[in-house]
């Protein structure tokens, strides 16, 4: 068991890095801006920054990083990542070390497939020994877990349960395909409900002045809200979200047999609008035997999921290092 | 590497043994009638002798056995098996043990995961990593295979691709959902199209007057004849059917970034009437770079995949021996 280690969730907005030691408690926290909208350059200045501040006067074993993009973990390559400016087949390890050195062991990883480990680990999966999570905010992520491991795929491209199709001849989504299950479970697919609905004249709801009140990145808790406060449009959205989910859910289970889902993100906070939802229409769909198996729970460790799964990487050395 | 072993796959109508080189070559083939209208006392009786029969005179390391059903592997149980007359939660592997004595190792799995195991090793996936295998006949199985080895799922019934939802509305399939993959693409889901175009008195087509003189389980064969004449209706059907596939194959893609899916079982031979639209498909639905990566290809073993994934199981000794 490893000692104490460096967990890192790279965000479009901040860097959240912490102190983990090996069984999982958080010693230190610090979170700062990421820089993301200004380019990789200043992202991983102050990730340098952010590291040199959690390991001073600590010892540390190894350190890992949760980045939100398609990586390739074993050569330390982003091959791409929509939230952060400049970023195509970026060095990320090799330009990391030049800032940072190379007296430890640095680990790099999708961040919902951080979340994954971190909930397996320490959270709803702690026990499990398959899993897929969900990770619901702007988009939907998704991370798997097969016989305790990640499964990364040919790519390090698995776990796109967001680009799942759901129904066919559904919208367009940001991938080009319709109907994929971000359409409806996400928050670009609340956006597009409200904003299909808003267009219908017919459609009585409070959201019709909130909605242009607000910012455009609130929409969803504004949507949450409204539903609280027994709106009927809104309740129908989280009944479509949870729709959606269930379908891909069923689909999920009938083909992974996994033992549990586990659903986190930001949007996971709507829960008790949309799970019971996702319950009926996966029971009404799933074939019974892995339906009675699998368990769907809400991500215990939150936000801290992605940083537990990033120290993780470390403390199971599921990849090799680059020194 | 194991000598020679013993693969049989059960079937429906009949059981189908072959000896077995640690190679993948086949150097004795046997097939007698299954019983299992008769039920499964039949069923291992027959089994027996055929194996007593391929043994002969032989000396061989252990016995794999592929059956159409689910399957608890570790415990050599038969929990589910549609095709065969009472069976439910029926102990096979200590039955058998019985008849044929406990003086080697033998190894059971479902028959699709066999099919998928057979073309990994001798097959069309010869030398990839990660496959699925869409095993189509009367239904619509499959078997997955991830960094080389069987996924078998929390309770073995991992691969049921004939079960995720593609239409949400659509047909009422065997299972309890709609619109699975299984209402379209496999011989059921032929059946159930023809019969509805057929009470829709506008549809022209040939298969008016062919389909009442043929019994039912041919079907998809006089399908296939009447496209291959170019009936318009006929054409449409395959078209539906490699549409529904290609669907369900971008969201395996998007899902598990696997290297390959393999087509296999009976309706795979009227793979030129609806491998262009699978490749369409798939192409417009599925993630960039994962379906760059992705080969999707014909079984190059047929009705031997199962058999030889079942030897497989000896020589790789994925099994624990039951004696």
Redesign the interface.
Known sequence: MKGKVVGIDIGGTNLRGALVNGSGNITKRLSIPSGADKGIGLVIENLGNLIEEIRKGEGIDGIGIGIPG?IDSTKGII??APNILHVHNYPFMDILRENIGNDMPVFVENDANCAALGELWKGAGEGV??LVLLAIGTGLG?G?I??GKL???????????G??????DGAKCN????GCLETFSSAVGIGRMVKEGLENKSVETVLREKVESFPKGRIPEIVREAALEGDKFALWIWEEFGKALG?AI???V??????MIVISGGLSDAWELFIDKVVGESK????H??ME?IQIKKSTLGGDAGLLGAAYLVIREERQDFI
Chains 1, 2 share one sequence.
């Open positions: 398609i091959t791409q020994n398959s998704g798997i097969l016989d499964w990364r795929g040919a790519d390090g491209m698995a776990g796109e349960v680009h799942m199709t759901i129904f066919p991938c080009g395909n319709r379908i069923a689909s999920l009938n083909l992974l047999n996994v033992e009404k769909r799933g074939l035997a892995p198996r």
